[in-house]
């Protein structure tokens, strides 16, 4: 299908994340500005840094948008292999955050590989699964060799350590073979094979441990390893049904640690109620019912995968990390989609997005009027004429 022929993109997710993206504004400069006014001397730091990035996320969701999406499929294998290899470089020669090796500098720049590792290797699971059709019921010729790359991935995220992001590696991949219609018997096999691994890299990582340990058994008070949590619980009951109105958070004043990044959602609690709340994760909901229609539509596999892959990562993202500030799940440190402070999972998720846009476009969701061309009409004294109708 050429440029030309291409019906429009589907509009309500394209405003459903551009309307995150505005909203992330001023969420983030209520949650960081007085946090920035102590430690830069300008309340408006970190909301500059934010605005850039958000930025640089719309115009990668606009190039995802004009690329046909099926020129993706020579290119999703270098794209995992340059991935496994920022990866591998990274545990080498990678920043230390809090104990953690997760991040590239390039000058006054980072980059935390795995974000891009993660979609790349979706890619090269749809590409795949697309070409081996049923032979991905065959264990050797189908199913081993994608575990080799979900394994390779997963595990050198994991090696950072980035415990949760590789669990959610490993969740996607799984109901990425669900859906291809792969053997129960080998997914099942895979998910007891992958969880005493998942146990094992638990127990060396003591941090791990902690929070999971802080969400069983874990006490309020400060110094303790639930007080971020506690605290964002604390944020949500401040909000009450309608908030304490934009810029009036409580919490964010040096008792919610880091309130701009994954406990950003507390803050809309606490700011625009349960109403807002609410309203904020319904945008996620019309996000995913847009998305798996998408999928319904798609012209071939590769696309239809592609959709389903991309909708189910950045809705699970986003109801892991609502989980996790509202006390249901453990602390994970998963970014809310659109939403966090953050460049590396803004801009590649918003670039994946982008692509799911140009998977609309090329489906019969949002057809274009087409051209009708009546007879031409003559008269006297007149010239031809052709009368287009749009």
Known sequence: MTKSQRNHIDLPALVVVLTLMVMSLGVVYSASATWALEKFGESNRLLNLHALKVLLGIVALFVGMTIDYKKYRKLTKPAVIIAIAFLAFTLVLGGEVKGATRWLQFGGLSLQPSEFAKFALLFHLCSLIAVKGEAIREFKKGFLPMMIWIGSVAALVLLQPNFSTGSMIILMSLVMLFISRAKISHILATLGAALPLLVLVALTRPHVI????????????????????????????????????PGESVQRDFFLPESYGDFVFSIVGEEYGLVGTISFMLLFLIFMLRGFKIAKFARDEFGRLLAIGITSVVTMYSCVNAGVTLGILPTTGLPMPFVSYGGSSLLFTSFAVGVLLNISAQTDLHPRAPKVTTPSVSAPGLEDQTVKVY
Do not use: C
């Open 210 to 245: 902690q929070r999971i340990n802080s969400f069983l058994y874990g006490t309020p008070g400060q110094g303790s390893n639930n007080y971020q949590l506690y605290q964002g619980i604390i944020g949500f009951g401040n909000g009450g049904l309608f908030g304490v109105g």
